[in-house]
């Protein structure tokens, strides 16, 4: 997993003050998107133990709000076991559980923002040759990070759907998604400032 840089406080993506992690990787090549330079998975550098420890140490601030993922995509398959590992050491470290729904609020909180659509990604079923549903592999790591994260901004932008007043997204078709609640509802939970 590469990643093209860390941002250590921003106020742009997510609530409060965060540190950023840019990923590497995205296959979604959105028309008017403004960081093509992060589609190639291979640019940038690797995401190694120094790099997680200059994360750690940023995200240990006490005035850092959390941790924000974006890209590129976070979610592009060869992201996924690398994803998988951060935000259950972030959760280990800051917050309660990362396999269970949380039920109270996270001293550092996850934000995540993927070209996938929340049906695109609890959608990705199929029957195996015996009949029996299952989901495949990397929609089931991606069901497994988005699970671990506190706020998904899903969807790919659409250049005609653009709108700069928005907060938190580009285009009018993305939602802001409270992802702990939306788990405990069984439905779509925006997520309220
Ligand atoms: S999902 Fe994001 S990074 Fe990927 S092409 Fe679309 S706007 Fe660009």
């Not at 709000?65 to 690398?82: K, V």
């Not at 917050?95 to 929340?118: A, C, F, H, M, V």
Request: some cysteine.
């Amino acid at each position: 997993m590469n990643y093209l840089k860390i941002d250590k406080e921003d106020l742009c993506n997510g609530e409060g003050l965060r540190v950023v992690l840019w990923l590497s990787g995205c296959s979604h090549k959105c028309k008017g998107c403004q960081n093509p330079q992060t589609w190639d998975a291979n640019s940038g550098i690797l995401f190694d133990e120094s790099a997680k420890k200059e994360l750690f140490r940023e995200l240990d601030k006490d005035y850092i709000s959390g941790l924000t993922l974006t890209g590129g995509d976070p979610l592009f398959e060869s992201n996924l076991d690398g994803m998988l590992d951060l935000v259950a050491d972030v959760n280990k470290r800051y917050n309660t559980s990362s396999d269970e729904i949380r039920l109270s609020k996270p001293e550092k909180s996850i934000w995540l923002y993927t070209g996938y659509t929340l049906e695109d990604i609890a959608g990705g079923r199929a029957y195996d040759k015996n009949g029996a549903f299952f989901m495949f592999e990397d929609d089931r790591k991606r069901y497994q990070i988005i699970s671990s994260c506190d706020v998904l901004i899903d969807g790919r932008f659409i250049d005609t759907q653009r709108d700069m007043t928005l907060k938190w997204r580009g285009s009018k078709n993305q939602r802001v998604i409270d992802i702990q609640k939306s788990l405990q509802k069984g439905e779509v939970v925006l997520w309220e400032d």
